[in-house]
């Protein structure tokens, strides 16, 4: 099966890579071709545009920034659905909304193809050891279909039903990882202020109550100075900011979310640190 692939930043690098890996034929399409070159030296072949990936590919998978890139992707002049073959199935992996996701599965239903939304997890070092969780909505039979694709990227995967519940998952999740970044944040802030060896209090809190993900793989980049990004600060207030929006559709009120999406927004907007990971929100304390 001919996969294509659209979206060949710091998380697309590395699925494609495992793609590769696993003896898939990829081809792949970027913003900046440039951007693609690691890929394109491992083996993935180019095309110029999204159409042109959707007229070579019975599997069409796309991970890029924003909403409104995803729609360009889908839906503009140039892009997967002027290309796409009846029968294909697309698979959105970009944290996006649950209502664009509906919209393009209605609108690839339209053209006889199957479509799944399946944000991921994991973060930088996931993509590249092939370590994502995989949540998934859409078409079921699809899901049946690329399951096998999913297992060479990620050690789990989860289908949790119609359009759109991919993405609710996902937003469940960014929900939590508010919570251990803005924890991780202020652990540091107040065990450094109280004269804490750092290194000895991360060892310590690894092996109790406190552990997480968050904490085991961004503190040691902190110690070490290193912001450099395994998720984009600026798509992760993205993620809360819809995560809001869907709590807000839903009656829901969650302060502990909106107090995160208020210090994200002062690293992206105040301090022009949208390009750090997430971990650099530390650099926003003290100033």
Do not use: C
């Not at 796309?62 to 029968?87: L, N």
């Not at 997890?121 to 969780?133: E, F, P, R, W, Y």
């Not at 996902?170 to 990882?177: C, D, L, R, W």
């Amino acid at each position: 099966m001919q996969i294509g692939f659209i979206g060949t930043g710091v998380m697309g690098t590395g699925i494609v890579l495992n793609l590769l890996k696993a003896g898939q034929s990829v081809v792949v399409y970027n913003r900046t071709k440039a951007h693609a070159e690691a890929v394109l030296t491992a083996g993935a072949t180019w095309a110029d545009t999204p159409a042109a990936v959707a007229a070579q590919a019975q599997l069409v998978m796309t991970m890029v920034g924003y909403p409104r890139d995803v729609e360009e992707v889908y839906t503009g002049e140039h892009g997967i659905f002027a290309g796409i073959q009846a029968g294909s199935v697309v698979v959105d992996m970009t944290t996006s909304t649950p209502a664009l996701a509906v919209k393009l599965t209605q609108l690839a239903h339209d053209q006889d193809v199957q479509a799944l939304d399946a944000p991921v997890s994991g973060g930088d070092v996931g993509a590249k050891n092939a370590t994502l969780t995989v949540m998934v909505g859409g078409d079921r039979a699809a899901y049946d279909q690329v399951l096998p694709i999913f297992q060479e990227l990620g050690q789990r995967v989860n289908y949790f039903g119609e359009a759109g519940k991919g993405q609710h998952t996902k937003m469940a999740n960014q929900i939590m990882i508010a919570g251990t970044m803005t924890g991780l944040t202020e652990m540091l802030v107040y065990a450094k202020a109280a004269g804490l060896d750092l290194p000895q209090v991360l060892a310590t809190l690894s092996s109790g109550g406190a552990d997480n993900w968050s904490m085991d793989n961004y503190v040691p980049r902190i110690l070490k100075g290193d912001y450099t990004p395994g998720f984009f600060a600026k798509h992760f207030l993205k993620d809360l900011r819809i995560a809001l929006q869907e709590a807000d559709r839903m009656g829901l009120d969650l302060p502990a979310t909106k107090q995160a999406k208020l210090l994200y927004e002062a690293m992206v907007d105040d301090y022009d640190l949208g390009d750090d990971g997430t971990q650099g929100l530390i650099k926003t304390y003290g100033k």
